[in-house]
Each structure stands twice: as structure tokens, then as C-alpha cells.
T-cell receptor
Framework: GNSVTQMEGPVTLSEEAFLTINCTYTATGYPSLFWYVQYPGEGLQLLLKATKADDKGSNKGFEATYRKETTSFHLEKGSVQVSDSAVYFCALRNPDRGSTLGRLYFGRGTQLTVWP | DTAVSQTPKYLVTQMGNDKSIKCEQNLGHDTMYWYKQDSKKFLKIMFSYNNKELIINETVPNRFSPKSPDKAHLNLHINSLELGDSAVYFC????????????FGPGTRLTVT
């Protein structure tokens, strides 16, 4: 089946620290992979995505590379800011045909808090 | 110009009541979704509609009934509310089922007392 496992939080960092949030997946077929971010009191926003192996998604200084050999899609940022404090969700989209086409499977979310 | 909107933002009600949450998208998308986020932030899909047709119906109690009057709207009606229904409910939409990312609404925080 399809599933996503991401590191449990909370993660607490000082401003300008390096961030890594680990994400691994299990999937039938070749899924697309996503990172979504949820700021306090808001809905989820797409942060970045990758649709095939070795693709690198990037946005707002965040990056993640689709690694098929390790079934991973780790999120990284070189220098975090206080404004990056949020919950981050790794997700995969089921590529299979049929009734579950397009369904997103989410990890459990990782709370990031950045202190000044 | 909110892309995916939900009403109400907050909903506090007593056990046993019936309530509805409305969702509208102005993106011209064909597919809409309802998700439930529990107190630990875990997100789980509940329903998905494509062109007003139900395509995903997860193991959700029959008390939950989605209704899609047109492609731009997907409402969620809940009968006989229970304490365990307290959660944040998110609506989302995508251009179609297969290849496009989903856009989420701001969420409705439901509290059942």
C-alpha cells in the first residue's frame, strides 16, 4: 500500500540554523511527492513538489530531492527564519488508476519552531 | 479573492446536533475533497468528488454526508454530532484527479461539547 513516514517533532531551532526534516515513503508504482506547510491557524499550502526520481523541488529556500533508491524526500533549508515556524507535511499522490487516483497520503506532520 | 473558502471558520455545538460546513472554490477545478485533521495534526481524507460524482468515500460514519450541488461547491453535513467529531475539517480542490496539486481552504474548527 501507500504510506508516508516523517520524523516526529517538535523540532526547535535557532534562527539561521540548518533544517532537515526526514520523510520516507512506501508506494505502489511511481508517486508524485509533496511538502505542504501549515502556518498557525491556516490551511495547508503547497511548499514544493517532485514528480519523478531525481527531481529536486525548491521554493522559498527549501529543497527536497526525490530519491527512489532510498524512497526518501527529505526537506532541507540552509538557514531558517522565525517566519518558517509552522507544521510541515510530507505527502505522496497515488499514481494508480481507479477510484483512488489522485488521492494524497500524508505523513503525521512535523512541528518546527524557530527562535530568534 | 480566496481560492478555496469555507464557512464557518469556527463551529461550537452540542452533542446530538446536526450541522453543516460549506466549501466553495473559484478556481474552476473539477475535483474537491474533505479532510479531517485531529488534535495531533494527523490529516485523513474523508471524501472526494469529481464533477459532482463521489469517487472516494473513506471509512467514515454514515452520520457524515457530503453534497455537491455543482462543481464549485462541496458541503459536509454531519448528523448526531459526537465528542469525537471535534477536529479541524479542511476542504481542498484540484484541477482533476490525476496530476494536479490540491489547494486547501482555511479549515473549520468544529468543537462538540
Amino acid at each position: 500500500g501507500n504510506s508516508v513516514t516523517q520524523m516526529e517533532g517538535p523540532v526547535t531551532l535557532s534562527e539561521e540554523a540548518f533544517l532537515t526534516i526526514n520523510c520516507t515513503y512506501t508506494a505502489t508504482g511511481y508517486p508524485s511527492l509533496f511538502w505542504y506547510v501549515q502556518y498557525p491557524g491556516e490551511g495547508l499550502q503547497l511548499l514544493l513538489k517532485a514528480t519523478k526520481a531525481d527531481d529536486k523541488g525548491s521554493n522559498k529556500g527549501f529543497e527536497a530531492t526525490y530519491r527512489k533508491e532510498t524512497t526518501s524526500f527529505h526537506l532541507e533549508k540552509g538557514s531558517v527564519q522565525v517566519s518558517d515556524s509552522a507544521v510541515y507535511f510530507c505527502a505522496l499522490r497515488n499514481p494508480d488508476r481507479g477510484s483512488t487516483l489522485g488521492r494524497l497520503y500524508f505523513g503525521r506532520g512535523t512541528q518546527l519552531t524557530v527562535w530568534p | 479573492d480566496t481560492a478555496v473558502s469555507q464557512t464557518p471558520k469556527y463551529l461550537v455545538t452540542q452533542m446530538g446536533n446536526d450541522k453543516s460546513i460549506k466549501c466553495e472554490q473559484n478556481l474552476g477545478h473539477d475535483t474537491m475533497y474533505w479532510y479531517k485533521q485531529d488534535s495531533k495534526k494527523f490529516l485523513k481524507i474523508m471524501f472526494s468528488y469529481n464533477n459532482k460524482e463521489l469517487i472516494i468515500n473513506e471509512t467514515v460514519p454514515n452520520r457524515f454526508s457530503p453534497k455537491s450541488p455543482d462543481k464549485a461547491h462541496l458541503n459536509l453535513h454531519i448528523n448526531s454530532l459526537e465528542l469525537g467529531d471535534s477536529a479541524v475539517y479542511f476542504c481542498a480542490s484540484s484541477r482533476d484527479r490525476g496530476t494536479y496539486e490540491q489547494y486547501f481552504g482555511p479549515g473549520t474548527r468544529l468543537t462538540v461539547t
